[in-house]
Nanobody, 131 residues
Framework: QVQLVESGGGLVQPGGSLRLSCVVSGKTLDDYDIGWIRQAPGKEREEISCSSIDGTAYIVDSVKGRFSVFRDNAKNTMYLQMNGLKPEDTAVYYC?????????????????????????WGQGTLVTVSS
C-alpha cells in the first residue's frame, strides 16, 4: 500500500526559501500523478501544483515564478521548491497521489477536484512565513 510522507516545513522569514519533500513508499513514484495542495488557516484548500507521469508539471498563477516542482524517481521523492515566500504562503502543505491509468497533462490534473482525483494523501507539513 502506498504511503506519502511530507517533510521540510518550518518557520521562515518573508523572502526566504523552503524545499518540501514528499516521499512515496510502498510503490514507485513514476506510476503516480502528484499534486501539492495547501490549506491556510480559515481558508479553503488550494491546489498549487500538479505533476503528471507524462513528465509535465503545472504551477498555479498565485505561486508561479516562485514555486517549482520536480521529481526524483530514483529517490521516490517529489519536491516542492518554494522561493520568495510571503506571509500569505503560510499553510499546511499536503502532497497527494493518484495511480495513473490514463495519461493526463499536469494542467488537466489541476483542473480536477483534488478530492476526487487523488486517492492517497500525506499528513501535511506546516509552513509558517513570518518575521
Amino acid at each position: 500500500q502506498v504511503q506519502l510522507v511530507e517533510s521540510g516545513g518550518g518557520l521562515v522569514q518573508p523572502g526566504g526559501s523552503l524545499r518540501l519533500s514528499c516521499v512515496v513508499s510502498g510503490k514507485t513514484l513514476d506510476d503516480y500523478d502528484i499534486g501539492w495542495i495547501r490549506q491556510a488557516p480559515g481558508k479553503e484548500r488550494e491546489e498549487i501544483s500538479c505533476s503528471s507521469i507524462d513528465g509535465t508539471a503545472y504551477i498555479v498563477d498565485s505561486v508561479k515564478g516562485r514555486f517549482s516542482v520536480f521529481r526524483d524517481n530514483a529517490k521516490n521523492t517529489m519536491y516542492l521548491q518554494m522561493n520568495g515566500l510571503k506571509p500569505e504562503d503560510t499553510a499546511v502543505y499536503y502532497c497527494a497521489a493518484h495511480l495513473s491509468h490514463a495519461v493526463f497533462t499536469a494542467q488537466t490534473i489541476c483542473d480536477i477536484n483534488p478530492d476526487r482525483y487523488f486517492e492517497v494523501w500525506g499528513q501535511g507539513t506546516l509552513v509558517t512565513v513570518s518575521s
